[in-house]
């Protein structure tokens, strides 16, 4: 049985069995099942793992880039905004920006360790 899910991106059919599917976030190694549909970001934020959003969200920024490890596939498709963003910073073909990718399938991905110093307020590893 197939499933009708609707994001920002449209509709979008999915398979019964991936209607709570799971992203995996490394190197947290925690796991968590969401609904179809749910942001990267709000995925980690259900598993209680802060991503930093600078824009508040927007894809107007690449703070909440992640790694996608596997399962590219299961996410919705890259809109203008966040493809311009990753094209300007060079990681189009390895990152998606959390707060715009939705998950209809699992997913692993890896998040920045993200350090403060003295010489610079907050840096991405």
């Given at each position: 049985m197939y499933w009708l899910c609707y994001s920002v991106?449209?509709?979008r059919a999915i398979d019964e069995s991936q209607a709570m599917p799971t992203v995996r976030i490394l190197p947290d190694g925690l796991?968590?099942?969401?609904?179809a549909g749910t942001s990267l970001l709000a995925s980690a934020?259900?598993?209680g793992v802060e991503l930093m959003?600078?824009?508040g969200g927007i894809g107007a920024c690449t703070s909440c880039r992640v790694?996608?490890?596997s399962g590219q596939d299961h996410l919705s498709?890259?809109?203008t905004a966040e493809h311009e963003q990753l094209r300007e910073s060079g990681i189009l073909d390895t990152h998606r920006l959390a707060c715009q990718a939705m998950v209809?399938?699992?997913v692993v991905l890896e998040r920045p360790l993200w350090r403060s110093s003295p010489d610079s307020p907050v840096t991405g590893d």
């Open positions: 991106r449209g509709f796991t968590v099942q969401i609904k934020s259900a598993g959003h600078s824009c790694l996608i490890l498709v890259i809109g209809f399938g699992n």
